[in-house]
């Protein structure tokens, strides 16, 4: 797989943010970005043009779906809503008519992780269906 140039965690938990951005690195991500949700720093961020987003959500209040939407709006990144298991399917349903952001439960693996980014890798850089 070819190197991506960066992703994005957004996450208040520091085990989660940092556990993730290893597993990043260890794909080949050479710039992981970890931010806390305040989103100060979010819009520099992103001027960077992350390929890839992830979201440390929990329930999929109107402040989170309304956040995940316009991070869709305003960027080309391959997003994904990290969540417990216990709110996996209200994010599934909410974000149902939104194919190209995808839903993950946590924990995740180093796998799970894996097969996300070469999935959204391949259809990012080859235009393939997801």
């Known amino acids: 797989m070819k ?3 960066s992703a994005l965690v957004l996450s208040n938990n520091f085990i989660v943010s940092s556990t993730l951005s ?3 690195k260890k794909l080949g991500i050479k710039k992981v970005f970890e931010i806390d949700t305040d989103f100060k720093a979010l819009s520099n961020i992103l001027s960077s043009k992350p390929e890839f ?14 956040t995940v939407l ?13 969540t417990s ?3 996996f399917d209200d994010w599934q349903q909410q974000m149902d008519v939104y194919p190209d952001i995808s839903i993950l439960k946590k924990p995740l693996s180093g ?20």
């Open 70 to 82: 316009q991070l869709n709006t305003f960027s080309n990144a391959q997003i994904a809503v990290l």
């Open 111 to 130: 796998k799970e992780v894996e097969e996300f980014i070469t999935k959204k890798y391949t259809a990012f850089f080859y235009g393939e269906a997801v």
């Open 53 to 66: 987003i992830f979201l440390d959500q929990k329930n999929p209040d109107y402040t989170s779906i309304e």
């Open 22 to 24: 290893r597993m990043l």
């Open 3 to 5: 190197s991506l140039s």
């Open 85 to 87: 298991s216990e709110y």
